[in-house]
């Protein structure tokens, strides 16, 4: 946790930043991958988590560890390459959030890679749906002063 707050400088020497999102959820939540497969069921069955944080990003938390370092990292080295490695890889919903935050590659184990292929595709076409939607519903501009 503490380099994605660090980011800026750490980019000043680096060229890009690979987010181990595994060990990232285990240091931010503070438990165990091995051990947390004995509870984390059972929170989730009573409401407690929405899903397991080893399977979908917990966008909310590391999510926004991995978003606060992406934009110190490329305030401070414009075009650093940014990228996770990790099961959340080949997760849709976190591909989804990679692809928003605009990281530039996810790897994960060989038998996800169809899927997060896929899940890529389908992130980088609703972001640019939505930036074509943003831009038709942003305000017209008047045409410069002397003519267009």
Do not use: M
Request: charged share 20%.
């Amino acid at each position: 946790p503490r380099a994605a707050l660090q980011a800026g400088q750490i980019a000043s020497t680096t060229e890009f930043f690979s987010f181990g999102t595994n060990d990232l959820t285990q240091t931010t939540w503070g438990l165990s991958r091995d051990d947390a497969g004995g509870f984390l069921p059972e929170y989730k069955a009573k409401g407690l988590v929405d899903s397991d944080p080893f399977v979908s990003l917990d966008q909310d938390g590391v999510g926004e560890l991995i978003r606060i370092a992406a934009e110190r990292g490329r305030a401070a080295r414009p075009g650093l390459k940014l990228g996770i490695c990790g099961e959340h890889g080949g997760d849709p919903a976190s591909i989804d959030f990679f692809e928003r935050v605009g990281l530039d590659y996810v790897s994960c184990s060989p038998f996800r890679v169809p899927i997060a292929r896929l899940s890529a595709a389908q992130a980088a076409v609703r972001a640019k749906r939505a930036a074509a939607k943003a831009s038709e519903n942003s305000p017209c501009t008047s045409p410069p002063v002397g003519g267009a």
